[in-house]
Nanobody, 126 residues
Framework: VRLVESGGGLVQAGNSLRLACAAS????????MGWFRQAPGKERLLVAS????????KYADSVKGRFSISRDDAKNTLYLQMNALEPEDTAVYFC????????????????????WGQGTQVTVSS
């Protein structure tokens, strides 16, 4: 699956952004999709994921209640709505896909995702 992110930018703390990830080659509803982020010098970590066939939606503790992951099957696009942004949210955000199926008991890791977008920079100023 080919993935192309958009929607990043520079915003002030407290504001919102919505990231989009357009997919081609495979349906976003047929695989697990995730958003990850990577700050300079740090590892790439899960922000949110959404499963297929009734699979669960997961969020990093740091974004729960502020971020929301969704997908539009008709547009074959994954979204990440980010509200109440904080300077700590500054990072490059990547969307990714995997055929692995997740339940409540297992957590997605970047190494389990085989398809990646090029990333989009999100910078939150204080």
């Amino acid at each position: 699956v080919r993935l192309v992110e958009s929607g990043g930018g520079l915003v002030q703390a407290g504001n919102s952004l919505r990231l989009a990830c357009a997919a081609s080659g495979e349906s976003v509803s047929d695989i697990t999709m995730g958003w990850f982020r990577q700050a300079p010098g740090k590892e790439r970590l899960l922000v949110a994921s959404i499963g297929w066939l009734g699979g669960v939606t997961k969020y990093a503790d740091s974004v729960k209640g502020r971020f929301s992951i969704s997908r539009d099957d008709a547009k074959n696009t994954l979204y990440l709505q980010m509200n109440a942004l904080e300077p700590e949210d500054t990072a490059v955000y990547f969307c990714a896909g995997t055929r692995k199926y997740y339940t409540l008991s297992n957590t997605p890791h970047a190494r389990e995702f085989g398809s990646w977008g090029q990333g989009t920079q999100v910078t939150v100023s204080s």
